[in-house]
């Protein structure tokens, strides 16, 4: 971290990651799944439960080809997404800098600056490729090593947000 400035540029596997720490795509996953497993059941249940056979042999074929249908939209519908919504971020593969000081960090783009104090980050997660600074469940920053020029920079990066983080809040690892 030469002068306690990180550059980087801000690209859809960045955002990929931070999605994946996040849990939306976890959780639109779920609520997808659930829901045609349900219908699924029902559609089962129902069957059963009237007597009628052809609903009933319908519905417990319906059954697997509903999750290898869920399987299928997932696996195409969540990189769709993520660029789709990656585009519409204002910092969208723009350059970002990020000033580290013992008082909190000053984050820029071609868009906005801001200056947070560290008593805004709640949380820290760190991935083999990345760090997310939390500010809460749903709100982070995203910092990819790349961005650091030695190995020790990352560890001391590492280590001076959990400093700064420790009486705030807990550390997501």
Not at 100 to 128: C, N, P, R, Y
Request: aromatic letters at 14%.
């Amino acid at each position: 971290m030469q002068d306690n400035v990180l550059r980087y540029t801000l690209t859809l596997a960045d955002y990929q990651v931070y999605c994946r720490e996040q849990g939306s795509c976890t959780r639109m996953a779920t609520y997808c799944f659930s829901g045609a497993l349900i219908l699924a059941l029902l559609l089962i249940l129902y069957g059963y439960g009237t007597g009628n056979d052809k609903l009933f042999e319908f519905s417990v074929l319906f059954l697997p080809a509903i999750v290898i249908a869920w399987i299928i939209f997932a696996w195409l519908y969540w990189p769709w997404s993520t660029k789709r919504y990656f585009e519409k971020q204002r910092g969208a593969n723009s350059q970002i800098v990020i000033k580290v000081g013992d008082t909190g960090f000053e984050i820029q783009d071609a868009h906005m600056q801001a200056t947070l104090d560290w008593g805004f980050v709640k949380s820290l997660s760190e991935t083999e490729a990345h760090f997310i600074l939390w500010q809460d469940d749903i709100i982070g920053i995203t910092v990819p090593k790349r961005s650091f020029q030695h190995q020790e920079d990352i560890r001391k990066f590492a280590d001076l947000v959990r400093d700064k983080i420790a009486p705030n809040g807990d550390k997501r690892e």
